[in-house]
């Protein structure tokens, strides 16, 4: 599988290289996304994020789900890899690396998500193409739409 790398490198900045997983859930046409609140510079993601310790990327994508959306989900195949040079929101030079998932939707509690700043919203997977954040989170989508257009 191809990796490819989005974004620029600042020059002179060193960017911490940050194993990730990404997961593509879609429920009534519709892909789960996160607007991530940010105030005047708020933005969309797909939900995911690091891998933690010794997890693997399915058992990062179930737990980010559960704390980002409230959403349980079962990973079920990687699409796509790529990586992400961005700056987090205090700076952080990152280089994301790591998979991207197609993951079922199994229940949804509220309750279970631990990330207030994060918000689930339905997208149209078009839509989402246009307002998500990373590009690699766009290439995924496109990936995932010509597999099952």
């Known amino acids: 599988m191809t990796r490819l790398q989005f974004g620029t490198a600042a020059h002179g900045l060193d960017y911490r290289l940050r194993p990730t997983a ?4 879609v429920h009534d046409g519709k892909l789960a996304c996160v607007r991530v609140d ?4 708020s933005y969309f993601d797909l939900p995911g994020g690091a891998i ?10 179930v ?3 559960l704390e980002e959306t409230g959403l349980t989900v079962r990973p079920l195949a ?22 991207f998932w197609i993951a079922e939707r199994l229940a949804l509690n509220p ?9 689930l919203v ?3 997977p078009h839509q989402a193409l246009a307002q998500l954040r990373h590009d690699a989170h ?9 597999r099952h257009a």
């Open 63 to 65: 737990r980010e789900f």
């Open 78 to 99: 990687r699409i796509a890899e790529a990586s992400q040079y961005f700056r987090k929101s205090d700076g952080e030079p990152i280089n994301n690396i790591g998979g």
């Open 22 to 25: 990404f997961g593509l859930v």
């Open 122 to 124: 339905w997208l149209d």
């Open 52 to 61: 933690d310790g010794d997890e693997t990327e399915e058992q990062a994508v």
């Open 138 to 146: 766009s290439w995924a989508v496109t990936v995932w739409l010509r």
């Open 38 to 41: 940010r105030g005047e510079g």
């Open 111 to 119: 309750a279970e998500k631990v990330e207030a700043d994060h918000d």
